[in-house]
C-alpha cells in the first residue's frame, strides 16, 4: 500500500491499527513504513505512541519517522538522540539526516548539534505543522489547509 500511495481510508484505518498492534512488532514497523510512504502526517502521532508503548522495535519504528517532514517529528527525534537504548538514539539520528540532509558521519553529532542546528533551521517554509499541510493552488503558489486528524476509534 505504501509503495502504491494508496489513500483508501479503509486501508489507512488498518495501517493505523497495524501500527498499535500489541502482538507483532513487524507489523508495527511495516504499517508505520507504509503510512509514512503514503503521506499520511497524522500517523506521526501513532508512530510516535507505538515508540513509547512498546519496547520491542522501537528502532525500527524510527527509522520509518524519516518519511514525515513535520516539525513535530523532528523535534521528537532530536528529542531521541539522548535515548538509552543505542540502537534507538542511531536510528533517531539516521532518521534526521534523510529528513534534513545533514549528513554527520563522524560520530561527533549528538543531542546539543542536532538542537543547535533546529534553532537556525526550524523556521524554513518546508517544514509543516502536523495539523497543517501545504497544498498547490492552481496558480502555483503554496497554500496551507488544516486537515484533520484520522483515528481509527473515532469511526
Not at 500517523?43 to 519517522?65: D, H, N
Not at 542546528?117 to 493552488?137: G, I, T, Y
Amino acid at each position: 500500500l505504501g509503495e502504491m500511495r494508496a489513500k483508501d481510508p479503509r486501508a489507512i484505518d488498518a495501517l493505523l491499527r497495524g501500527v498499535l498492534d500489541e502482538s507483532s512488532e513487524e507489523l508495527r514497523y511495516t504499517a508505520a513504513k507504509a503510512l509514512g510512504l503514503i503521506g499520511h502526517g497524522p500517523a506521526f502521532t501513532y508512530v510516535k505512541r507505538a515508540y513509547e508503548r512498546y519496547l520491542k522495535g522501537r528502532a525500527k519504528l524510527l527509522s520509518t519517522l524519516s518519511h514525515f517532514k513535520y516539525y513535530e517529528c523532528i523535534e521528537f527525534l532530536i528529542e531521541q538522540t539522548q535515548a538509552d537504548d543505542q540502537t534507538a538514539r542511531k536510528a533517531a539520528e539516521e532518521a534526521l539526516q534523510v529528513l534534513t540532509g545533514e549528513v554527520h558521519t563522524d560520530g561527533k553529532w549528538g543531542y546539543d548539534e542536532w538542537e543547535a542546528w533546529w534553532f537556525q533551521n526550524k523556521a524554513r517554509p518546508d517544514w509543516v505543522h502536523l495539523d497543517k499541510e501545504v497544498v498547490s493552488r492552481p496558480e502555483g503558489r503554496p497554500e496551507t489547509k488544516v486537515i484533520p486528524e484520522t483515528r481509527p476509534e473515532d469511526k
